[in-house]
């Protein structure tokens, strides 16, 4: 919609116009996206939430300095910290420095007794003989300011311009004494503030030392001196100087704490500001001020920056909303650009707005972003887990160079969370990890994970009432393990329980427990949930063998592992790469490429539902994944069976009946044989081959285009010079290799011959241009030929043509779009025609 704002146009019409804003991937079923003919995975980044977040480092001299640092989700950083003068200073975006103080002016806490009585830190009295008289002794908590106007005349305007003027007559800190008490009434002041406390005074030095490196005395002055800070340069004038700050940390526009922000400061500072409130509040920057100086004070405790509560997933949604509104900035800024460019003329909006800006920034994330990574297809396992990784690194998070040790550790708060096993070896390890099991993420994107209630020394079986809890929620409980032995009513068969409370391992009595796991397994991923009797293996083992299942080839025929976790089932049906039940039914046809089921319906959901109660699925054959693996399923149903919801009905690709099945159940001996199994050496049976029983099978995809050269056109063709009609037996009219026909090394593919270049003639040519003419001596073969590794047969093939924007091929495009708009009309109204009859 384009309207107008200016009062001076009224008669100006508001246009609506439908614009197309361009194209955005559809996620597929099985949570990948198809780009360029590939399907890719957006991983989930684990970083830094927003928040608030107390730290502490040490001086070369020393001295332990505390800092706060707000980390927002849009906007400019802000950090306070002390330094060895015990003075507190505030960082904007990490470069400007000013007094904590002159900050709390410019936020409103003008004069020093408004700074004070933030902290309860003095007393004021009236100024006059007597109070002073009594108030000898006692030290100033402000400065005995003297104030007054100086008038002065602006030479550019004429007018005359009042100016407040300010004279420090009594210091701060200073005793009262019978020599300044003259002074103190000569001022002219009606007021001055004085310590309370001298023990109060002690803990709360930081704000005096803070107050007598401030610049500033007013709200307009500390303005004034943070836009020159920022800028380098005077403001124009008051009002700018104040929006700019303003603009900072107080403008929805410019500055958002998030949803996330917003929750982690209320939790951490102890505030109820509503969710809604997505900027910085002046009670929050006193709060911050006050948990730094009670960790100078050593009244609090700085945070674990890899504390679980502290790091949040950014998943696949957010990622894109956050590449979707830079395609929406750049957008707006070029239609402003447009706008102004082209100032008198009447706009619609198609005229203003470039539909590619945000196509070429969704493209350009899903094919440049290093969280966006081409799927792993190797078998069921490694789709499941490449879906489930949590990645550390990419944009906003942590590069590898400079990760240390700590951020790579595994952390007490990882317990059911994240896998403290799965992670690759090398440069990345610890900064790629695995969700466990049972865990998910919340609204927030904290990783949360299930336990069971326990109350009154009684554990609750009942699994609705199993409860999700972040690693904050978690915090100082003691968790009962998942294997505990109870009796059948939920009570602990012994007196004594170990726990896990934290980072520590306390034995407890069954009344102090307050939550139990709901499984063993709880604690591990997908892969490692897979290695039976985990629990005995070394750690750097189980996660090679993690690692290592992912990279296992499916083979001809698969065997189901004779000793399981139970889990195998699990990974089957969740790669949603089988075709599963979606209901109870009967299986009404099955052959090798379909599978129909008829569907119990009762009559209401027959009521309900839009879509017949027979429903067919097609059974993917030779189809090829990104690591050049086969998807060959075979169905393991009959015509007439019974399923039941989620039952697998077919095999294949690593399976067999429904469960994983990485590999074969093979005899292994373990001795010596003739030193041939010298070490890491190993001797396998003549039949492991000559039975195919671990042979696999791979399919390739071979290409080659034909191009406009300088010598001439290329052209695909069987028809080739100097090769046999043997060679070329299988190749069709167009040169490609016929589907079914088998291919051996050095077997032409692709038959393709190209323009030859005059060069001297070599005796065999001179020969044949005799016998034939020129006309064998003008092409060269350049087919593409079989490797010499390679043996196989040809499944499919396909011939590409470039679209050439003829007004035929017009005619053709519009015609097919005519025909699918007729086909999609006729479903609506099959669809509101059988609607209308259920009503």
Known sequence: KLYCTDPEHEDFGTFIQDVFLGTIPYMTDNGTFIINGAERVVVSQLHRSPGVFFGQGVHANGTVLYSARIIPFKGSWIEFATDINNVMYAYIDRKKKLPVTTMLRAIGFESDKDILQIFDLCEEIKVNKKNLKSALGRKLAGNVMKSWNEDFVDEDTGEVVSIERNEVVVERETEITEENVDTILESGVS????????????????????????????EIEAVNYIYRQLRNADAADDASAREVFQNLFFSDKRYDLGEVGRYRINRKLGLDTDMDVRVLTKDDIIAIIKYLINLVNSNATVDDIDHLSNRRVRTVGEQLANQFSIGLARMSRTIRERMNVRDNEVFQPTDLINAKTISSVINSFFGTNPLSQFMDQTN???????????????????????????????????????????????????????????????????????????????????????????????????????????????????????????????????????LMDVAPQQIASVSAGLIPFLEHDDGHRALMGCNMMRQAVPLLHNDAPIVGTGLEKQVCEDSRTMVTAE???????????????????????????????????????????????????????????????????????????GELALGRNLLVAYMPWKGYNYEDAVVISERMVREDVLTSVHVDEYSLEVRETKRGVEEFTSDIPNVSEEATKDLDENGIIRIGARVEPGDIMIGKISPKGESDPSPEEKLLRAIFGDKAGDVKDSSLKANPSLSGVVIDKRLFARALKTRESKRHDKATLARLDEEQEAKINDLRSLLVDKL
Request: hydrophobic residues 30%; proline residues 6%; glycine residues 6%.
């Open 191 to 218: 007021s001055i503030l004085l310590h309370k406390d001298e023990s109060v005074a002690n803990k709360f030095s930081i704000i005096f030392n803070t107050l007598a490196k401030d610049p500033s005395h007013s």
């Open 380 to 514: 069921p396992l490694a789709e499941v887990t490449h879906k489930r990784r949590l990645s550390a690194l990419g944009p906003g998070g942590l590069s590898r160079e400079r990760a240390g040790f700590e951020v790579r550790d595994v952390h007490y708060t990882h317990y059911g969370r994240l896998c403290p096993i799965e992670s690759p070896e090398g440069p990345n390890i610890g900064l790629i990890s695995s969700l466990c099991l049972y865990a998910k993420i919340n609204d927030l994107g904290f990783i949360v994970t299930p336990y069971r209630k326990v109350t009154d020394s009684k554990v609750d079986l009942n699994n609705d009432h199993v409860v999700y809890m972040t690693a904050e929620e978690e915090e100082d409980l003691p968790v009962g393990q998942g294997n505990a032995p109870l009796n059948p009513d939920g009570t602990f068969i012994r007196d004594n329980v170990k726990c896990r409370q934290d980072a520590d391992y306390p034995v407890v009595e069954p009344s102090q427990v307050a």
């Open 583 to 657: 209901g109870d039914g009967v299986i009404d046809y099955v052959d090798a490429t379909t599978i129909r089921i008829l569907y119990d319906r009762t009559e209401d959901e027959e009521f309900v539902s839009f879509e017949p109660a027979l429903k067919e699925y097609r059974i993917s054959k030779f189809r090829r994944t990104n690591q050049n693996m086969v998807v060959d399923l075979r169905p393991i149903c009959n015509k007439g069976q019974r399923v039941k919801k989620g039952d697998i009905l077919t095999e294949g690709y690593a399976t067999e009946n």
